[in-house]
């Protein structure tokens, strides 16, 4: 079982930056891919960004959506069970709630494969 905690959100004006952190409880964190997902209202939840776990191969190489790639940067610390996800450049289309999810095995940006979900973050760009 692993639990997520987010936190970070707020309000921004467009052009600004907003960082986002994810606590995870569990002692087995580091082996977790770990993923920032995001859902605006009337909208679908999308992906967002992605990092793996150590131990598969490419231990903690990043995967960002395009709609994002250039200005998000997603990050872990497994020593503080935390991953990040620094949002420069914002614009008011990446208003949404942000959730961080926690799945074993290879990462994904597919929200239904991920097993353990936070209970999300509000982020609002401002025009």
């Known amino acids: 079982q692993v639990l997520l905690v987010e936190s970070g959100g707020g309000l921004v004006q467009a052009g600004g930056s907003l960082g986002l952190s994810c606590a995870a409880s569990g002692r087995t964190f580091s082996t977790y891919a770990m993923g920032w997902f995001r859902q605006a209202p009337g909208k679908e939840r999308e992906f967002v960004a992605t990092i793996m776990g150590s131990g598969m191969g490419s231990g903690g190489s990043p995967f960002y959506a395009d709609s994002v790639k250039g200005r998000f940067t997603i990050s872990r610390d497994n020593d503080k069970n935390t991953v990040y996800l620094q949002m420069n450049t914002l614009k008011p289309e990446d208003t949404a709630v942000y959730y961080c999810?926690?799945?074993?095995?290879?990462?994904?940006?597919?929200?239904?494969?991920?097993?353990?979900w936070g209970q999300g973050t509000q982020v609002t760009v401002s025009s």
């Open positions: 999810a926690a799945k074993t095995g290879y990462y994904s940006g597919h929200y239904p494969d991920y097993d353990y």
